[in-house]
């Protein structure tokens, strides 16, 4: 079993940043790509940003240009950094890991979530 566990969300104004944390207990080597989704009230769960284990990242095009995402291979951990937040950034972030279970066959695992709240 695989778990993920996120830090970093919070509040903060229109323009800031934060940095979103989540790392993973399943070894690097087992592990085909790390990611954030996000969930807004009403709104269905989308892809913000992942990351492959061939480093190939891909990103929203409402988060490109303020959001990276990069990972520390040796600790397992994957970051979120988003600058120039607004509003409709508001949302529940999940991580988000593809662990391979065989040779073919990959799982995907999810973190418990965590509140990013952006005032105008």
């Known amino acids: 079993q695989v778990q993920l566990v996120e830090s970093g969300g919070g509040l903060v104004q229109a323009g800031g940043s934060l940095r979103l944390s989540c790392a993973a207990s399943?070894?690097?080597?087992?592990?085909?790509?790390m990611g954030w989704h996000r969930q807004a009230p009403g709104k269905q769960r989308e892809l913000v940003a992942n990351v492959t284990s061939g480093s190939i990242t891909n990103y929203a095009d409402s988060v490109k240009g303020r959001f990276t995402i990069s990972t520390d291979n040796a600790k397992n951990t994957v970051y979120l950094q988003m600058n120039s937040l607004n509003p409709e950034d508001t949302a529940i972030y999940y991580c988000?890991?593809?662990?391979?279970?065989?040779?073919?066959?990959?799982?995907?695992?999810w973190g418990q979530g965590s509140q990013v709240t952006v005032s105008s």
């Open positions: 988000n890991a593809v662990i391979w279970r065989d040779a073919i066959n990959t799982q995907d695992y």
């Open positions: 399943a070894s690097i080597f087992s592990i085909n790509a």
